[in-house]
């Protein structure tokens, strides 16, 4: 699988951006898509989780109620709908995946065995 994060950018504080994570070479099934984040000299972060095939999704506490993850099954395409943003909201945003079902929890980074190459938000005060 192959993954292509697109839609960062300079962004003032407030208001909002949509991020894009483009899949190709081979179908999600059951698997998932997810968001991580790295701020500069701070570690990568869980950002949100989406379940491919039934659409329940997961959020860091640091985004709730200001991100929505969404996904596109006929397009095998995620997004990130960003809202609200906040300078602490800046990072290179990550977005990761993994197919067919699995026990694995939502939210580490060792439950997704594909990357993306990460697209920059920077979110000025």
């Known amino acids: 699988v192959q993954l292509q994060a697109s839609g960062g950018g300079l962004v003032q504080a407030g208001n909002s951006l949509r991020l894009s994570c483009a899949a190709s070479?081979?179908?999600?099934?059951?698997?998932?898509m997810a968001w991580f984040r790295q701020a500069p000299g701070k570690e990568r972060e869980f950002v949100s989780a989406?379940?491919?095939?039934?659409?329940?999704?997961y959020y860091g506490d640091s985004v709730k109620g200001r991100f929505t993850i969404s996904r596109d099954r006929a397009s095998n395409t995620g997004y990130l709908q960003m809202n609200s943003l906040k300078p602490g909201d800046t990072a290179t945003y990550y977005c990761?995946?993994?197919?067919?079902?699995?026990?694995?929890?939502?939210?580490?980074?060792?439950?997704?065995?594909?990357w993306g190459q990460g697209t920059k938000v920077t979110v000025s005060s």
């Open positions: 070479g081979r179908t999600f099934g059951s698997g998932a």
């Open positions: 990761a995946a993994r197919t067919g079902l699995s026990q694995r929890s939502f939210y580490p980074e060792n439950a997704y065995d594909y």
């Open positions: 989406i379940a491919w095939y039934g659409g329940s999704t």
